[in-house]
């Protein structure tokens, strides 16, 4: 369960600095050498079937068991290594030295705020902020129906500030626990905090990677996602209010498990709201990169942490000597570095397999192709609706930090509506978001991707709605 909460979170918190962009557009250091077009060149080619072979076993991650940092990570050598040969081939130096260092700062600044993200995530779910919140929905005796709507508006209200992932985990938990062998409830249950978690990571840069990545660009500001709002909700509740109806109308026994905070859990909960209003400051009143923000927080964490340590003393009516060394109970005091450990590490070196990819991608000149397709051949508005549905099939991530990497000139109104779709539209299917990936593995057997499927005309009618939506309340910026 704590893995399942990182990668979740880790997923949210990600997202944050990828969104910074690539150097398709990168100089030399003496600003006057050339840089190659190699889309019709062998190395073009190399490069984009070792990025499609690479990307193919990411998505074959639950099948093959391999982590999906493995191949991305090397597929991320294999094309700067082709464009570093075929440069130095042409007597070219420095072009493409200033290219990949630029993308591995953009990717210095993604590491270093989900790690400080991911570790707060771990500090909280130690000090069992997320375990009471699931024992306290378990206890109170909701019927099922009642617990569809509320799991899905805590979903959708959660996601904001904890991530997509994380937040779909947790509620996850919940229905897992009072649905036990109701099948039924259990994936309708899961299809809703899917929905619900996507929809709600759409109106803020801590929901998503790809709001993230908007966001650390200069996009769109802090306070313009709220626009979202409208557009997201009704995302949600369209899909909700017709599967409200296929619910069991049941009510499962309440439990009476008790469970209570560890000492400190609440003053983290302060602390990591604090950093992120600091992150938010330095971004949009000082002009600093945001992870300088969130550094500043987890040296708080990392003071307090110290606090709880040196006033740590073991509880006499649960202390067992033969137990002492047990990371259990109130047994072990708290350690931060320990909570920095168990930061999802695939995850950020995935980040970085996409970032340098997706970067010599574009630096080759592939991007450029595709932004002329897209956003001149089809237009904005097709294009940012066609984001979406990719974003089912392919994952959102590498497919937003392509667009941000092409940088398409269109309004604002536009630009929100790709954060808006390709928020969303992972939800069409289960594979299409690392909320739906996560809650298939933690639900196995009970939510799967047929189970989802039998759903997808729903949730696309309310992709639809949201877009609609997107253009009644915020057409004014389109």
Same mark, same amino acid.
């Given at each position: 369960?704590?893995?399942?909460?990182?990668?979740?979170?880790?997923? !949210?918190?990600?997202?944050?600095?990828?969104?910074?962009?690539?150097?398709?557009?990168?100089?030399?250091?003496?600003?006057?050498?050339?840089?190659?077009?190699?889309?019709?060149? $062998?190395?073009?080619?190399?490069?984009?079937?070792? !990025?499609?072979?690479?990307?193919?076993?990411?998505?074959?991650?639950?099948?093959?068991?391999?982590?999906?940092? *493995?191949?991305?990570?090397?597929?991320?050598?294999?094309?700067?290594?082709?464009?570093?040969?075929?440069?130095?081939?042409?007597?070219?130096?420095? @072009?493409?030295?200033?290219?990949?260092?630029?993308?591995? &700062?953009?990717?210095?600044?993604?590491?270093?705020?989900?790690?400080?993200?991911?570790?707060?995530?771990?500090?909280?779910? =130690?000090?069992?902020?997320?375990?009471?919140?699931?024992?306290? &929905?378990?206890?109170?005796?909701?019927?099922?129906? *009642?617990?569809?709507?509320?799991?899905?508006?805590?979903?959708?209200?959660?996601?904001?500030?904890?991530?997509? #992932?994380?937040?779909?985990?947790?509620?996850? /938990?919940?229905?897992?626990?009072?649905?036990?062998?109701?099948?039924?409830?259990?994936?309708?249950?899961?299809?809703?905090?899917?929905? /619900?978690?996507?929809?709600?990571?759409?109106?803020?840069?801590?929901?998503?990677?790809?709001?993230?990545?908007? $966001?650390?660009?200069?996009?769109?500001?802090?306070? =313009?996602?709220?626009?979202?709002?409208?557009?997201?909700?009704?995302? $949600?509740?369209?899909?909700?209010?017709?599967?409200?109806?296929?619910?069991?109308?049941?009510?499962?026994?309440?439990?009476?498990?008790?469970?209570? &905070? *560890?000492?400190?859990?609440?003053?983290?909960?302060?602390?990591?709201?604090?950093?992120?209003?600091?992150?938010?400051?330095?971004?949009?009143?000082?002009?600093?990169?945001?992870? @300088?923000?969130?550094?500043?927080?987890?040296?708080?964490?990392?003071?307090?942490? !110290?606090?709880? *340590?040196?006033?740590?003393?073991?509880?006499?009516?649960?202390?067992?000597?033969?137990?002492?060394?047990?990371?259990?109970?109130?047994?072990?005091?708290?350690?931060?570095?320990?909570?920095?450990?168990?930061?999802?590490?695939?995850?950020? &070196?995935?980040?970085?397999?996409?970032?340098?990819?997706?970067?010599?991608?574009?630096?080759?000149?592939?991007?450029?192709?595709?932004?002329?397709?897209?956003?001149?051949?089809?237009?904005?508005?097709?294009?940012?609706?066609?984001?979406?549905?990719?974003?089912?099939?392919?994952?959102?991530?590498?497919?937003?930090?392509?667009?941000?990497?092409?940088?398409?000139?269109?309004?604002?109104?536009? $630009?929100?509506?790709?954060?808006?779709?390709?928020?969303?539209?992972?939800?069409?299917?289960?594979?299409?978001?690392?909320?739906?990936?996560?809650?298939?593995?933690?639900?196995?057997?009970?939510?799967?991707?047929?189970?989802? #499927?039998?759903?997808?005309?729903?949730?696309?009618?309310?992709?639809?709605?949201?877009?609609?939506?997107?253009?009644?309340?915020?057409?004014?910026?389109?």
């Amino acid at each position: 369960m704590r893995m399942k909460y990182l990668l979740s979170l880790s997923t !949210f918190l990600t997202t944050i600095l990828i969104t910074c962009g690539i150097a398709i557009s990168a100089t030399s250091s003496g600003g006057s050498q050339e840089i190659l077009s190699l889309t019709s060149h $062998w190395v073009g080619y190399i490069g984009i079937a070792v !990025f499609v072979i690479a990307y193919g076993f990411v998505m074959l991650e639950e099948v093959t068991h391999m982590r999906k940092s *493995k191949p991305v990570m090397l597929a991320a050598g294999i094309i700067w290594g082709l464009i570093g040969l075929i440069y130095s081939m042409n007597g070219i130096t420095g @072009v493409a030295e200033v290219a990949i260092r630029h993308n591995i &700062l953009e990717y210095a600044e993604l590491f270093l705020f989900l790690l400080v993200a991911m570790t707060f995530i771990n500090a909280m779910e =130690e000090r069992l902020v997320f375990e009471v919140l699931r024992v306290k &929905l378990v206890n109170a005796g909701f019927g099922f129906r *009642k617990l569809f709507w509320i799991t899905g508006l805590l979903a959708f209200f959660i996601s904001p500030i904890a991530d997509n #992932l994380t937040t779909a985990l947790l509620m996850c /938990a919940v229905v897992m626990a009072i649905g036990k062998e109701n099948n039924k409830f259990i994936l309708l249950a899961c299809i809703n905090i899917v929905v /619900a978690a996507n929809a709600g990571g759409a109106f803020s840069p801590f929901g998503d990677i790809t709001t993230l990545m908007v $966001w650390q660009k200069g996009i769109v500001q802090f306070q =313009e996602f709220l626009v979202l709002f409208i557009p997201a909700v009704v995302n $949600w509740l369209v899909p909700a209010a017709i599967m409200h109806f296929a619910v069991p109308h049941l009510k499962p026994e309440a439990t009476t498990e008790e469970i209570r &905070l *560890k000492r400190g859990a609440l003053i983290i909960i302060g602390l990591f709201l604090w950093t992120i209003a600091t992150a938010v400051s330095f971004h949009n009143f000082l002009h600093l990169p945001p992870m @300088v923000g969130m550094m500043a927080g987890l040296s708080l964490l990392k003071m307090f942490g !110290f606090y709880l *340590k040196k006033t740590h003393k073991p509880n006499d009516a649960t202390y067992d000597p033969a137990k002492a060394e047990e990371r259990i109970g109130q047994i072990v005091p708290f350690d931060v570095y320990a909570k920095v450990a168990r930061a999802e590490w695939d995850t950020l &070196l995935f980040f970085y397999g996409i970032v340098l990819c997706v970067g010599g991608l574009g630096f080759m000149g592939y991007l450029a192709l595709l932004s002329q397709f897209m956003y001149l051949d089809l237009g904005p508005t097709a294009a940012n609706v066609l984001v979406g549905v990719l974003s089912a099939i392919v994952d959102n991530i590498p497919v937003m930090f392509a667009v941000l990497t092409m940088m398409p000139d269109m309004s604002h109104g536009q $630009w929100l509506l790709v954060t808006l779709t390709a928020g969303v539209g992972g939800s069409m299917l289960s594979i299409g978001s690392a909320a739906g990936v996560a809650l298939m593995g933690q639900a196995r057997g009970k939510y799967t991707f047929l189970g989802h #499927l039998k759903w997808t005309p729903v949730i696309t009618l309310g992709y639809v709605a949201s877009i609609v939506a997107h253009f009644l309340v915020n057409g004014k910026l389109m």
